[in-house]
Antibody, heavy 124, light 113 residues
Framework: QITLKESGPTLVKPTQTLTLTCTFS??????????VGWIRQPPGKALEWLALIYWNDEKRYSPSLKSRLSITRDTSKNQVVLTMTNMDPVDTATYYCAHRPYDNIWGSYAFDIWGQGTMVTVSS | DIVMTQSPDSLAVSLGERATINCKSS????????????LAWYQQKPGQPPKLLIYWASTRESGVPDRFSGSGSGTDFTLTISSLQAEDVAVYYCHQYYTTPFTFGPGTRVDIK
């Protein structure tokens, strides 16, 4: 059974750096093709994809946020860490991490299992 | 970026009736090497994360009731709930995972009439 759980601060001040951790179980981020992504959702608004890290440490970022984001993995701890610099009130959102499966026949799939999310408020 | 649009923004359907949600991508999400549309549908209820309903535009995720179906081709896709149940009240999002940046539609709210 695959599970993911996000953790991190619930409140950050403007200009600070946000660090979120996704701790997962039920799969390995060393398995060929597997990925873990981060997606956020401001209150009452739509989903926005932020970043993705693959089994081979390849990384992808939202172009609009690329200069502020960093995604890393620790395969020994089954964790993926997202760092976002220079936080602003508009970054107030629920942040989700999600599993992206893969198989040798069809390749990469849609995000199938999501964490419960962690709400981050940016305010002074 | 591939822009995803959805219509309507919201709809209210009587219990047992059909609900249809449309999604359009600004460019093709068809991967020619496997002939799959990289289009998914998610259901999100208040306070919950999105739940995957449909992937490859028409493949139902395991455990999803068969009243949910996906269809479409080209750049136009549809999610159909054949007989709306009370537990289907939610916001539904389409999503392209063909290329980064991955993008989501703005969502369609489904309520009971």
């Amino acid at each position: 059974q695959i599970t993911l759980k996000e953790s991190g601060p619930t409140l950050v001040k403007p200009t600070q750096t946000l660090t979120l951790t996704c701790t997962f179980s039920g799969f390995s981020l060393s398995t060929t093709g597997v990925g873990v992504g981060w997606i956020r959702q401001p209150p009452g608004k739509a989903l926005e994809w932020l970043a993705l890290i693959y089994w081979n440490d390849e990384k992808r970022y939202s172009p609009s946020l690329k200069s502020r984001l960093s995604i890393t993995r620790d395969t020994s701890k089954n964790q993926v860490v997202l760092t976002m610099t220079n936080m602003d009130p508009v970054d107030t959102a629920t942040y989700y991490c999600a599993h992206r499966p893969y198989d040798n026949i069809w390749g990469s799939y849609a995000f199938d299992i999501w964490g419960q999310g962690t709400m981050v408020t940016v305010s002074s | 970026d591939i822009v995803m649009t959805q219509s309507p923004d919201s709809l209210a359907v009587s219990l047992g009736e059909r609900a249809t949600i449309n999604c359009k991508s600004s460019q093709s999400v068809l991967y020619s090497s496997n002939n799959k549309y990289y289009l998914a549908w998610y259901q999100q209820k208040p306070g919950q994360p999105p739940k995957l309903l449909i992937y490859w535009a028409s493949t139902r995720e395991s455990g999803v009731p068969d009243r949910f179906s996906g269809s479409g081709s080209g750049t136009d896709f549809t999610l159909t709930i054949s007989s709306l149940q009370a537990e289907d009240v939610a916001v539904y999002y389409c999503h392209q995972y063909y290329t980064t940046p991955f993008t989501f539609g703005p969502g369609t709210r489904v309520d009971i009439k």
